[in-house]
């Protein structure tokens, strides 16, 4: 399911894309004063991509598609997670039980 991500002025709200199947947009409220640190286009860029991000991170959505959603290869994308500290890497995985499954493949 493809995300568009755009920030407004006021409210928070979820709705359907127009003439997207399967598109939906997020609305997040924040403060004026942002504006006068970058312009809404740039917010809303921004907040696209700490939410693609995020998705990754959380195993929602893997490396080809966060690429996807963001426009940019899948290398430029694993960069991008990267600058936010998130590992590519399942660091959950338990690698002695990974190691004990491999031997015992081994052996037959």
Known sequence: ????????RRGVSWREGAG????RTITIEYPDEL??????QRLAALARE????KLYEQGLIGSGKGAKM????????ID???TYN??????????DEELR??????RG
């Open 1 to 8: 399911m493809a995300c568009i991500l755009e920030a407004q």
């Open 35 to 40: 504006l006068q640190e970058a312009d809404e």
């Open 101 to 106: 499954r491999a031997r015992a493949a081994q």
């Open 70 to 77: 963001l426009d940019m290869s899948r290398r430029d994308f």
């Open 20 to 23: 997207t199947v399967g598109t």
């Open 86 to 95: 998130v590992s590519i890497f399942d660091e959950n995985i338990d690698f």
């Open 80 to 82: 991008l997670v990267g």
């Open 50 to 53: 700490a939410f693609v991000v």
